[in-house]
């Protein structure tokens, strides 16, 4: 008799755990954090507009913009970068997309200064992006302007993070319009997977 109240009692404890949400809250840690990184990093060719460049996120994580000029100085082979973000836990909420470089590092620059106008996208995006394709998806209005320089770290601007819409932040990197000269400014994106720290380049900050 002892020895099945015994088992009685192992099979109830057992029983408990399984049904514990004990899990569920560590998935919600899981997935909920104040720093977002980019998913897709693809550079958008005016002069090439058909042609799909490489996710460079998946490779070197490379960013670079630039632009070319006429005789005349007005801009010509122009390459925008399309920055695309997951996207986020439902409740978020206090979503920025921030650039931040530490004052180690320096973005590499040529030419004329890097003011640089950000244009959100409409979403879902297209599997190549292109800049036919993209060009079309662009909202109207400037959503926020940043010339890279070492040591910074800006809010280019912030937005309600729709979170648990499965559709993440998308937005275009490009010479603000009023730029003429030629110029071009790239730089790596990186943090450091374990702990989230040395953030460098483009990401969003959120809360939930």
Same mark, same amino acid.
């Given at each position: 008799?002892? @020895?099945? &109240?015994?088992?009685?009692?192992?099979?109830? #404890?057992? $029983?408990?755990?399984?049904? !514990? =949400?004990?899990?569920? +809250?560590?998935?919600?840690?899981?997935?909920?954090?104040?720093?977002?990184?980019?998913?897709?990093?693809?550079?958008?060719?005016?002069?090439?507009?058909?042609?799909?460049?490489?996710?460079?996120?998946?490779?070197?994580?490379?960013?670079?913009?630039?632009?070319?000029?006429?005789?005349?100085?007005?801009?010509?082979?122009?390459?925008?970068?399309?920055?695309?973000?997951?996207?986020?836990?439902?409740?978020?909420?206090?979503? @920025?997309? &921030?650039?931040?470089?530490?004052?180690?590092? #320096?973005? $590499?620059?040529?030419?004329? !200064? =890097?003011?640089?106008? +950000?244009?959100?996208?409409?979403?879902?995006?297209?599997?190549?992006?292109?800049?036919?394709?993209?060009?079309?998806?662009?909202?109207?209005?400037?959503?926020?302007?940043?010339?890279?320089?070492?040591?910074?770290?800006?809010?280019?601007?912030?937005?309600?993070?729709?979170?648990?819409?499965?559709?993440?932040?998308?937005?275009?990197?490009?010479?603000?319009?009023?730029?003429?000269?030629?110029?071009?400014?790239?730089?790596?994106?990186?943090?450091?997977?374990?702990?989230?720290?040395? #953030?460098?380049?483009?990401?969003?900050?959120?809360?939930?």
């Amino acid at each position: 008799m002892l @020895s099945k &109240t015994i088992l009685s009692l192992l099979i109830g #404890a057992t $029983s408990f755990v399984q049904a !514990s =949400p004990v899990p569920e +809250v560590l998935n919600e840690k899981r997935t909920c954090g104040t720093q977002l990184f980019p998913n897709q990093i693809v550079q958008l060719s005016k002069a090439n507009p058909n042609t799909a460049y490489p996710n460079t996120w998946l490779t070197d994580k490379s960013v670079n913009i630039s632009q070319d000029a006429d005789a005349n100085g007005n801009p010509s082979n122009q390459f925008w970068e399309l920055i695309s973000f997951p996207p986020l836990p439902a409740g978020s909420y206090g979503c @920025s997309l &921030t650039l931040t470089f530490p004052s180690d590092y #320096a973005p $590499s620059i040529t030419g004329v !200064s =890097p003011a640089l106008d +950000v244009y959100t996208v409409s979403t879902p995006l297209p599997s190549g992006p292109t800049f036919n394709n993209i060009s079309p998806k662009i909202n109207s209005g400037i959503f926020g302007s940043v010339t890279p320089t070492s040591g910074q770290s800006v809010v280019i601007n912030s937005q309600a993070c729709n979170g648990g819409s499965g559709q993440g932040l998308t937005v275009v990197f490009r010479y603000a319009d009023w730029v003429r000269g030629q110029g071009s400014v790239s730089w790596t994106e990186y943090v450091n997977a374990l702990d989230g720290a040395g #953030a460098r380049g483009v990401y969003l900050n959120y809360n939930c």
